[in-house]
């Protein structure tokens, strides 16, 4: 079994990851996660916080000679913008974690939840998640996102191959695919950070080259989807997610929802459509698996909304952090880092997780038996 923790604080000394359950003989190197880690603080809309941490990680133990030795990773990435003896803060701010951490455990003060609490987590996932892309990518598996919508302007058009997307999402500063629909979302940005003011979106995160018979639908906890759409729920903001077109397909009536079944004797079975999304009956199907996550906007407002003050119960606003007016194409990548980690659990869950060479016999072995079928 895959598995990480985090742990670490929002201006704490470090943030720290551990990984475990990579197999042995997989090449990582930390000039591969910081590509990562450089992906997550770049887009329009962004804080000041970004061109202040420059995050870099730091590999502490489960690697020799570049290589991972079977036992836990531990990653670590410093705090730049670390912070100490900082007054407390006792006006909580609707939609953060503020109020419901001060009611869960007793504090007199919001910081000792909003520095847990805080997106600044995401970092030390985007850091696990580059590993786990490491491992899929020795299997031919490639994982991308890119936004489709952002304060209520979404994409018209998008390329008619998957394989294109990758490419025009890095070379928008949005990481949207359709430049027309990018000039709106950075008017509606501009318009909303004047006006003291925070926009969500949808990202979408797409996998490609991910083979049939992933996941499971004996046990519900088993299910990829249902792994896929609590991983992706977990991120910061977001509060929405589907596998596929899965809310359209609710509107669509049958005859038009499911994806034909073909067979060929030099292809075997395919599917001309992906209106699943990659999975049917938790289990994937050889299409790209596409989960897209709605985010809101963030709680941190720099017109803030009404509160109550946690020690006098007085009517006040709510606090005024450094925060992003948009965070949505940060969130692609944060979605890409737990798209990769589910896919390469189930991945190891199939395959076998002790070595990779044995893990590439056993999946090979597997394609080919699929094919002959």
Known sequence: MLRFLTAGESHGKA???????????????????NAQMIRRQLGYGRSVRMKLEADHVEIVSGAMGGQTIGGPVALRIENRDARADEPPLTRPRPGHADLVGIMKFGFDDARRALERA????????????????TLLNEFGIQVCSHVVE????????????????????????????????????????????????TLGGVFEVIALGVPPGLGSY???????????????????AVKG???GPGFEMARTPGSRAHDEIF???????????NRAGGTEGGVTTGAPVVVR????????????????DIKTKEAITGAVVRSDVCAVPAAGVVGESMVCFVLADALLEKFGSDSLADIKLAYEAYLRRIKEM
């Open 263 to 273: 067979w060929t004797r030099g292809r075997g079975f395919f599917r001309e459509t």
């Open 118 to 133: 805080s997106a600044r987590e995401t970092a030390a996932r985007v850091a696990v998640g580059a590993l786990c892309r």
């Open 241 to 243: 997610v589907e596998v």
């Open 218 to 236: 004996v046990h519900w906890d088993r299910k990829l989807d249902g792994r896929l759409a609590q991983a992706v729920m977990s991120i910061h």
């Open 15 to 33: 943030l720290t990851a551990v990984v475990e359950g990579l197999p042995a003989g997989l090449g990582v190197s930390e000039d591969a996660i």
């Open 293 to 308: 996550g709605a985010m809101k906007p963030l709680s941190t407002l720099m017109s803030p909304l009404r509160s109550v």
């Open 150 to 197: 952002i304060g209520g302007v979404a994409i018209r058009t998008r390329p008619e191959r998957w394989d294109d997307i990758p490419s025009l999402a890095e070379a928008s500063e949005l990481r949207c695919v359709d430049a027309g629909a990018e000039g709106e979302m950075r008017a509606a940005i501009d318009d909303a950070r004047q006006r003291g003011d």
